[in-house]
């Protein structure tokens, strides 16, 4: 059988301010200064991979406290007449995906069919006449259409991700606050390589304290969704 190939093209986002860490590699000159190991690279301890790698792993802790959705993602593709099978993205990570037709803007959405069912109802969906999709269902790695289309539809798939950060040389979509926050964790581990501990810990403490106050600002807006108020016992009247 041959390999299923489909091209999917990601969403545009909304970005924050440039600010001063604009990019992963201002980041990286950031850390670099402070561990005074002169300019990274692939012979330097630590290495300029790992140092991006560190950042990375940062990011995607921070963007969980703060409720950031690095998780789910929209992507298109655009079928062409006989195509009713379409590779999910190789980040997929299982789960719920919700289709929708936007070829027109309208953004309609496909009907979700079990994998089960879909097998009784659709059991030959390559030999059903073509038609606008209507209803989908997955198969492992695969979105199965109900049947072919019989022209160009652009489909939107919203569906969870895991895996590697697919925008790894990417921090717009942080707070710059929470830009400084990944270059301590980048630090703190930096110096944990070269042994040099007690800066490590330095470091280590500055980025729990960011951690702990993501979390508290989560808390707090949790709290607010929720319509709860925290009352503060110094203005409680006894």
């Known amino acids: 059988m041959a390999e299923i190939s489909t091209t999917w093209a990601q969403r545009d986002y909304v970005a924050f301010l440039t600010g001063t860490l604009s990019t992963i590699s201002s980041c990286i000159d950031f850390v670099q200064g402070d561990i005074h190991r002169g300019t990274l690279s692939s012979s330097t301890n630590p290495t300029l991979t790992r140092v991006t790698e560190f950042l990375t792993h940062a990011k995607q802790k921070l963007a969980a406290k703060y409720g950031f959705s690095w998780r789910r993602k929209y992507v298109y593709a655009t079928t062409s007449a006989g195509n009713w ?36 109802m659709h059991p030959n969906p390559s030999g059903a006449s073509s038609g ?19 022209g160009s539809y652009t489909l939107e798939l919203e569906y969870p991700r895991v895996g590697d950060d697919s925008t790894t040389t990417d921090v717009s979509w942080l707070p710059q606050i929470a830009r400084f926050q990944i270059c301590n964790y980048a630090i703190y581990r930096s110096f944990l390589l070269l042994q040099q501990w007690d800066a490590a810990q330095a470091y280590k403490a500055e980025w729990m304290e960011d951690i702990y106050d993501a979390k508290k600002t989560g808390g707090r807006q949790k709290w607010a969704e929720m319509g709860y108020r925290a009352v503060n016992w110094q203005y409680k009247r006894i």
Do not use: C, H, M
């Open 85 to 120: 099978q379409l590779a999910l993205p190789a980040d997929y990570g299982g789960g719920v995906v919700t289709v929708r037709d936007v070829t027109d803007n309208s953004g309609d959405k496909l009907g979700y069919i079990p994998n089960a069912t879909f097998d009784s």
């Open 132 to 150: 606008e999709p209507e209803e989908y269902t997955i198969k492992d790695r695969e979105l199965w259409l109900s049947r072919p289309a019989d």
